[in-house]
């Protein structure tokens, strides 16, 4: 089944303490991307992956690190969560020529 | 710099009847990609439709949709006869368009969200 599959779908963590979600994607998509969902924000776009060793940080990249090493994974890194980092985070992947995004399920952080 | 704006944060309509979700955009873009989500109360995120801003007929999609006035940057959600199930959260976004240069075709921005229920 393709799908866009993250872990952990939920967190719960302390302030400091690094941290990594994973998103792995099994459809063979060469963009990725990673975005963060607060009330009355919308979705707010933190980093995307064009394909392997292509990334470039989108609007809020604060805080965060990714990494493209194979075209499946698109881990994001929180190397000193802070509590305001508390959020809903979506992967998301599609073909670069296509116009659709598939999603992943969420993960749900609490930093405390 | 593109953005969106979503300036109703909760619409209501009746089952079966047709309703209008608005969408504003801004960019200095001669061509873009516009786009509608709906994320239902589970939480997943589900594509609904696309508009190019270069493609001559409003696109649709079953059910769905969109109001392209290019003139006044607006792509609105129309969804006819709504069903119980069409209550959700509904983001509209927009992109660069294939070929922007560089990876700026990456870059994706939401609108706020609409909630939008459907009262039997």
Known sequence: EAQVTQNPRYLITVTGKK??????????HEYMSWYRQDPGLGLRQIYYSMNVE???KGDVPE???VSRKEKRNFPLILESPSPNQTSLYFCASSPLAKNIQYFGAGTRLSVL | AQKITQTQP?????E???????CTYDTSDPSYGLFWYKQPSSGE????IYQGSYDQQNATEGRYSLNFQKARKSANLVISASQLGDSAMYFCAMRPPLGA???SYGKLTFGQGTILTVHP
């Open chain 1, 63 to 65: 805080g965060y690190k």
């Open chain 2, 45 to 48: 995120m589900i594509f609904l």
């Open chain 1, 54 to 56: 292509v990334t470039d």
């Open chain 1, 19 to 28: 941290l990594t979600v994973t998103c792995s994607q099994n459809m063979n």
């Open chain 2, 10 to 14: 909760g619409m209501f309509v009746q």
């Open chain 2, 101 to 103: 240069g560089g990876t």
């Open chain 2, 16 to 22: 079966k009847e047709a309703v209008t979700l608005d």
